[in-house]
């Protein structure tokens, strides 16, 4: 089981920056796929950014050189940095870990955290 803490949300104006963080526990993080979905109103959630558990990033068209994932697998701890946010970017951003065991894909999520862009 992993838990994960969604942190960092919040109001900013388009153009702006902010930094999500997501905090594990219950499972060391280094084993799972580690990833950012979000959700805006009225639409199905949405993968923004993932990261494998060697590093290796990839992201949505309509974030990519806009965002970056980074996770820091001693601190349990996954990062995604959000530059040059534009107002279609407001969602909440969910953090999810999967791994797949015995040929079974499990997920976890967090709690969700809002962020709005908006002047």
């Known amino acids: 089981q992993v838990q994960l803490v969604e942190s960092g949300g919040g109001l900013v104006q388009p153009g702006g920056s902010l930094r999500l963080s997501c905090a594990a526990s219950g499972s060391i993080i280094s084993m799972y796929v580690m990833g950012w979905y979000r959700q805006a109103p009225g639409k199905q959630r949405e993968s923004v950014a993932a990261?494998?558990?060697?590093?290796?990033?990839s992201y949505s068209d309509s974030v990519k050189g806009r965002f970056t994932i980074s996770r820091d697998n001693a601190k349990n701890l996954v990062y995604l940095q959000m530059n040059s946010l534009k107002p279609e970017d407001t969602a909440v951003y969910y953090c999810n870990a999967w791994r797949i065991r015995v040929g079974v894909r499990n997920d976890y999520w967090g709690q969700g955290t809002q962020v709005t862009v908006s002047s």
């Open positions: 990261v494998t558990s060697d590093g290796s990033p």
